[in-house]
């Protein structure tokens, strides 16, 4: 077990030294945009309110009817918070892709050396998989941080009576993506985490599927994505299916989307540790 | 170790960092208002039968939002029920006390307050097809009913087609075993909108229906209204037949005034004129044999009984209301009928008002009368315990049901 553990922190570690650089990179973009955000979206509206007070000689309360009170969801509403988070999510989603195609890039390939370690197998799989976890809890995490730090800048540059006072965690709980996207609620980042790891776990099958049989492969992994999307929806359509939208209570349907989507990560763990033991050739 | 260095920072940075915000998220979340029922008049133990659901906002922050119910005379915020509870939870109090209690019972069930009506014993279902399949077809004319037994938990269920009109929706069920009254809004052979009354009997169900009376007809009215009914057991059913008012610069008719009001006898199937007040505006309620006729005046109600022999009115007295409007405004979320804010229920009249303190804020605010003495057992609102301190939020009631058992 100790043997085990240790061969699959290496695995990660590996991985991990592999990703840090793109990683790094989102971090460091993720920062820098949203530094910005914190600083012009509240300096424009202090820029704006000053301008209509001179320009219209009106009283700070005649300007705040005007235009209303400053909250922090102006600032995570704006494009410098939103475009990071994005192009975090759409970073990760292509890197799921090279982590495992990047091992079959050049001529000598590097799956070679990787499939031929006295390793099994899916610790291979496990390992990108961690990695791919831990890169975007490192996004979340900086995220959290900036926002923290963000928050407390915001209110040193908006004047206070011009502030709506909604804290920090009441302007993300009312956020569409942050609270999804952050442990806000904990209900919809479970969902959200669920949903995504289940989503991974169905992708690398798919690639491993296309890596096992080529072109045919590509068309059993498409068609295998296809038929898991709709088993996970399956209960959300239950009530439309019956003509009775009360049939079932919204936990059953909740329950059954649970294990529905449980069997589908299982299943794609044993069809993927399958693939990697069997059908794969060097 | 170094070659596990990145691996640890990373994974410390990601635990050390939730844990912070779950932290923080703890320490800032503002706790939640207390709310407290102020007693101007009498004892707040007459507000036992009262459930509702109601929402507090903050009137600066619309993140600041959170929904309560009041129920046995108490509070409890809905945030601090598990998901799952939370899913199932219907905004609607009766529906959710039926879900509570017979789960089984009201599954495939519609959960409007107009598709129940409960005895002691009994809780009667009445539904069109196309309340629980959300297809408004034209030629929904199948009604279900089912009988649930509360002791035994047996369920009789029936299939009945409804004749005379289409495009059913039920407006409200009437039931004294073994016979259940029907009213439904639905669409004539012109598709003109009016009102009809369908007998069940429990003993010798019936495949299909024809209506026993069309109101609108009967009532020599185009628009006619419905008295809320809060307990679905009484045997006189009060109509108000409007008289539309003026219309609008697109042609909506934009006010109406009362025409006349009539109960109908669910046992004879006959209508009784109320005869209208010379002055003030009249109101009619009704509970089991009882029609409660009062005379509006704004600042006091004269209450008097509606003598079904004769057709005369025995005066019972005067109550002085809290406000000169409580209990007589609309509410409207059930536009079909009047009587929204005032209920009767157990020789009570309870009257509601969504009222304003002089200082603007909004609260809730009921009056008991007891139709016996036809004194007031209670008067008062719903308001934040710290109201001192708290300025910027609202209390809001989303809907209230009086529970007659």
Not at chain 1, 124 to 147: E, G, H, M
Not at chain 2, 23 to 46: F, K, R
Request: charged share 20%.
């Amino acid at each position: 077990m100790k043997q085990y553990m240790k061969s699959l922190l290496n695995l990660t570690a590996f991985e991990l030294d592999r990703i840090s650089k793109f990683l790094y990179t989102l971090l460091g973009v993720t920062l820098l945009l949203n530094l910005i955000g914190y600083i012009y979206t509240p300096m424009r509206y202090v820029g704006r309110m000053n301008e209509y007070m001179q320009t219209e000689l009106v009283t700070a309360q005649q300007a705040i009817e005007r235009f209303g009170s400053f909250s922090f969801y102006d600032v995570t509403s704006a494009l410098w918070l939103l475009a990071p988070v994005t192009l975090g999510i759409s970073g990760l989603l292509l890197y799921s892709l090279f982590i495992w195609y990047r091992e079959w890039m050049g001529k000598n390939t590097f799956a070679y050396r990787l499939l031929m370690l006295p390793v099994p197998r899916m610790q291979i799989f496990y390992s990108k998989l961690f990695v791919i976890y831990i890169a975007i809890f490192s996004l979340i995490a900086v995220q959290i941080i900036s926002l923290t730090i963000g928050f407390q800048i915001v209110s040193a540059i908006v004047p206070d009576d011009w502030l709506s006072g909604m804290t920090l965690v009441q302007a993300l709980n009312i956020h569409p993506l942050f609270t999804v996207i952050l442990p806000v609620s904990s209900f919809y980042f479970l969902s959200a985490n669920g949903i995504g790891l289940t989503f991974m776990l169905v992708l690398f099958t798919v690639i491993l599927l296309e890596r096992s049989y080529s072109f045919k492969g590509l068309g059993i992994g498409i068609a295998y994505g296809v038929i898991t999307v709709l088993i996970a929806v399956f209960p959300a359509f239950l009530p439309n299916l019956v003509q009775n939208y009360y049939l079932f209570y919204d936990s059953e349907i909740m329950a059954l989307i649970i294990v529905l989507m449980t069997v589908i990560g299982v299943t794609s763990l044993l069809i993927s540790r399958h693939l990697l033991n069997k059908k794969i050739t060097i | 170790m170094t070659k596990y260095s990145k691996l640890i920072s990373f994974v410390l940075l990601c635990v050390l960092t939730l844990s912070a915000f779950g932290i923080y998220q703890i320490q800032t979340s503002a706790t939640l208002p207390e709310i407290e029922v102020v007693t101007e008049e009498g004892n707040a133990d007459e507000l036992d039968a009262l459930y509702f659901i109601g929402n507090i906002y903050s009137t600066q922050s619309s993140g600041r939002s959170s929904t309560f119910e009041f129920k046995d005379g108490g509070f409890s915020y809905l945030n601090n029920r598990s998901v799952f509870r939370h899913l199932d939870y219907v905004y609607n109090p009766v529906a959710n006390r039926y879900v509570s209690d017979y789960r089984s019972f009201m599954r495939g069930k519609a959960r409007n307050i107009s598709n129940f009506t409960e005895t002691d014993d009994e809780i009667v279902y009445t539904a069109m097809a196309s309340d629980v399949n959300w297809r408004r077809m034209y030629d929904d004319n199948m009604l279900d009913i089912s009988l649930f037994d509360k002791d035994s938990e047996e369920e009789q269920s029936y299939e009945v087609r409804l004749e005379g009109a289409s495009y059913h929706g039920i407006v409200a069920s009437y039931y004294h075993a073994p016979e259940l009254t029907i009213v439904t809004q639905a669409a004539d052979e012109q598709m003109r909108n009016g009102w009809y009354i369908y007998t069940f009997n429990f003993d010798e169900p019936e495949d299909t229906l024809s209506p026993e009376v069309n109101v609108g007809q009967a009532l020599d009215s185009s628009s006619v209204q419905i008295s809320f009914s809060p307990t679905g057991t009484e045997r006189y059913i009060p109509f108000k037949s409007l008289q539309p008012g003026a219309e609008d610069e697109y042609g909506e008719i934009t006010d109406y005034t009362t025409d006349a009001f009539h109960v109908y006898d669910i046992q004879t199937g006959d209508f009784q004129e109320i005869p209208l007040f010379e002055e003030g505006e009249t109101l009619v309620l009704s509970e089991d044999e009882q029609v409660v006729v009062g005379q509006d005046l704004g600042e006091t109600i004269n209450w008097h009984v509606w003598n079904v022999t004769d057709e005369s009115l025995n005066e019972l007295g005067s109550t002085d209301m809290i406000t000169p409007s409580i209990g007589r405004l609309p509410v409207y979320y059930y536009n079909h009928s009047f009587n929204q804010g005032l209920q009767l229920v157990n020789g009570h009249v309870y009257a509601y008002e969504d009222h304003y303190s002089e200082d603007g804020y909004g609260r809730p605010m009921f009056q008991v009368i007891d139709l016996d003495s036809v004194s007031t057992d209670f008067s008062g609102y719903f308001e934040l315990e710290d109201r001192e301190n708290d300025r910027s939020t609202e209390i809001m009631l989303f809907d209230f049901m009086i529970n007659p058992l």
